[in-house]
C-alpha cells in the first residue's frame, strides 16, 4: 500500500502572504486542519497547521481589547507562522514508512510532492482508516487474539490450521510481543465455529490471549 | 490487543470549573493533547487542545468541552475503539471500569499500532501482492515463504480492488526478492510493489 492510493489529491493550498484569519475560514470551510502554503511561482515554501494559527492569536490573558485583536490578526501572515522546514514525500513511499516520519517527527501530515510538484497531502487520518482495514474492524467474525513464538514458518503453521478447518482469514495484524522470542497476532475468522478454532489453536502450542465475536 | 495495552492510565485531569487558560497550561506542561473533565470523581467531559485555543478568553473548561463521551473499557479492541473514533470524528475516548476514569486511548496511540503491524521499523523484502479471495490463499502464501526458509516480519491484509480479491502486504527477512517474487507469481499472486525497506 503507497501513499499515492490513499493521498487526498489536489489538496487545498494557500499562498503565504495570506491573513492568517484569512487561512482559518478556509480551514473551516475545508474541514481540513493543514494547509500547504505556495509561493506567487505555485512552489511549496511551508505547511500551515490549524494549531499554528490558533498559537499565533493573542492568549486568553491578552490585555487588548477586541478590535486591536482583530486587527493584530487581520496584519499578521501565514507566512509568519508556517512551518517552512517542511517534510515531504513522493507518491511511491510506503504507507507505514509514511506513518513512522509522521510519528518519529509529531506531525499530522505531510505534502506529497513529485517532480517539485505539489500532487497531495497525506494525513494520520487517511493512516488511521487504513488501521481499521488492517485490522477488519468492519467486518464481522470471530476475533482472536494469540501470541506465537517468533520462528520461521509459525505464521504458515496458524493460517494453515485456520485453512484445514475451512475457515476464512478476514484480517491478520501482527505486533510486536512482549519480548524479541514472541509476536502477538491478531486474526479475524469467519465460517469456523470458535471451539473447533480454539481447539485448533491449543493444538498448534501457541498461547490464546483474547477471543471474542465481533 | 486490548485498550489497555495501550492506553495511558491515570491520566491528568481537569476540573469542570477551572478557567480555559488554565487547563491550556496543563496540557502544555503535560504535553498532551486532550483532557478529561471532571466533576469531583465523576467524569463529564473530554477537552482538547483544539477546543480550549478556539475559547474565548474568559471561558471555563465546561462551557468548550464535549460533553457527549464515548466510553470504552480497557477490555476492549483497539480496531473497535479506532472504529468508534473514525466514526465519530473523535481523537481520544475515555476508559472506564465501573463508572471510574482509568485512562484514555488517544488518535496517537493507535497511530503507533500502524507502524508495528506494517514492521515499518523493521528491515526486510517488503511485498504488497493482489490475493485472490479464496480460503487457504493466506495459508499458501505464509507456507511458501516458510518453505523458503522466510522470516514473516510482518503481515497486513487490507480490502482489494473489488470483492474477488485482496491486498496484501508482507515484510519478510532471509529470503532474496527476486526468489520471493517468482514463488509469488507461481502461486497465482498480482505482485503490486516490491522494495527492501
Known amino acids: ?214 | 490487543m486490548l485498550v489497555v495495552e495501550r492506553m495511558t492510565p491515570n491520566p491528568v485531569v481537569v476540573a469542570a470549573d477551572a478557567p480555559v487558560g488554565q487547563a491550556l497550561a496543563i496540557i502544555e506542561e503535560r504535553k498532551v493533547r486532550h483532557l478529561p473533565v471532571m466533576e469531583g470523581e465523576n467524569l463529564v467531559g473530554v477537552v482538547s487542545e483544539r477546543e480550549l485555543l478556539r475559547a474565548a478568553p474568559d471561558a471555563t473548561v465546561r462551557q468548550v468541552m464535549t460533553r457527549q463521551v464515548i466510553p470504552v473499557t480497557e477490555y476492549t479492541a483497539l480496531e473497535e475503539a479506532a472504529r468508534i473514533m473514525a466514526d465519530h470524528k473523535i481523537s481520544s475516548l475515555p476508559v472506564m471500569r465501573h463508572g471510574r476514569l482509568v485512562g484514555i486511548i488517544t488518535e496517537t496511540d493507535l497511530f503507533r499500532i500502524f507502524l508495528e503491524l506494517l514492521g515499518a521499523r523493521e528491515h526486510g523484502v517488503r511485498l504488497t501482492m493482489l490475493v485472490p479471495e479464496e480460503k487457504g490463499m493466506l495459508a499458501n502464501l505464509t507456507g511458501e515463504i516458510a518453505r523458503l526458509g522466510g522470516n514473516i516480519l510482518a503481515l497486513g491484509t487490507f480490502l482489494g480492488e473489488d470483492p474477488t480479491n485482496r491486498l496484501v502486504t508482507v515484510k519478510v527477512a532471509d529470503v532474496p526478492a527476486g526468489k520471493l517474487v517468482a514463488i509469488m507469481e507461481a502461486l497465482g499472486m498480482e505482485i503490486v510493489d516490491v522494495r527492501e525497506g
Open chain 1, 1 to 214: 500500500m503507497l501513499v499515492r492510493e490513499r493521498m487526498s489529491t489536489q489538496p487545498v493550498t494557500i499562498v503565504a502572504d495570506t491573513p492568517i484569519t484569512e487561512a482559518l475560514r478556509v480551514m473551516r470551510q475545508h474541514h481540513v486542519r493543514r494547509l500547504p502554503v505556495l509561493d506567487a511561482e505555485g512552489q511549496l515554501v511551508g505547511i500551515v497547521s490549524e494549531k499554528d494559527l490558533l498559537y499565533a492569536s493573542p492568549s486568553p490573558a491578552t490585555s487588548l481589547s477586541i478590535y486591536e485583536m482583530h486587527y493584530l490578526l487581520s496584519r499578521l501572515k501565514v507566512s509568519e507562522v508556517m512551518t517552512t522546514a517542511v517534510i515531504t514525500i513522493p507518491p511511491d513511499t510506503p504507507l507505514e514508512e509514511a506513518a513512522r516520519i509522521m510519528a518519529d517527527h509529531k506531525i499530522g501530515g505531510l505534502p506529497v510532492l513529485e517532480e517539485g510538484r505539489l500532487v497531495g497531502i497525506i494525513t494520520e487520518t487517511d493512516v488511521f482508516e487504513l488501521l481499521l482495514e488492517l485490522l477488519g474492524a468492519r467486518l464481522k467474525g470471530l476475533r482472536l487474539t494469540l501470541e506465537i513464538p517468533e520462528r520461521k514458518g509459525e505464521m504458515a503453521r496458524l493460517t494453515t490450521a485456520i485453512a484445514r478447518l475451512g475457515g476464512d482469514i478476514l484480517a491478520l495484524g501482527t505486533f510486536l510481543g512482549d519480548d524479541p522470542t514472541t509476536a502477538v497476532v491478531t486474526v479475524k475468522v469467519a465460517d469456523v465455529p470458535a471451539e473447533a478454532l480454539l481447539a485448533a489453536m491449543r493444538d498448534l502450542g501457541l498461547e490464546i490471549l483474547d477471543v471474542r465475536e465481533i
